[in-house]
């Protein structure tokens, strides 16, 4: 599995912006989508976001199309999430993850292997 490291979450205000990265061990980091999901106090954990192995595909949740965007840099094996127009409802603890193959997967948890430890994102109302 890939190690992944989280990082840039925190306390944000309502319509504000944050960005936050992911940093994978691998060398081959360039061979896997990646993606994020995000799990809320009380609910269960959903998708968010996935890019593929080139960056070139991306596919987003309903909810945050157009507000958020995920990107990477292969050279430094790291994704990114910018996330911009925070509503409180994005509160949540946001899981970086990495599927086994190239190409954007499904949107379930078990499309993808590798699970970081999650960063805190609290938005304010």
């Known amino acids: 599995q890939v190690q992944l490291v989280e990082s840039g979450g925190g306390l944000v205000q309502a319509g504000g912006s944050l960005r936050l990265s992911c940093a994978a061990s691998?060398?081959?980091?360039?061979?896997?989508?990646m993606g994020w999901f995000r799990q809320a106090p009380g609910k269960e954990r959903e998708f968010v976001a996935a890019i593929n192995w080139s960056g070139g595909v991306t596919k987003y949740a309903d909810d945050v199309k157009g507000r958020f965007a995920i990107s990477r840099d292969n050279a430094k094996s790291t994704m990114y999430l910018q996330m911009n127009s925070l509503k409180f409802a994005n509160t949540a603890v946001y899981y970086c993850v990495a599927s086994p193959l190239p190409a954007v997967p499904g949107t379930g948890l078990g499309d993808f292997g590798s699970w970081g430890q999650g960063t805190q994102v609290t938005v304010s109302s």
């Open positions: 691998e060398r081959t980091f360039s061979r896997y989508a």
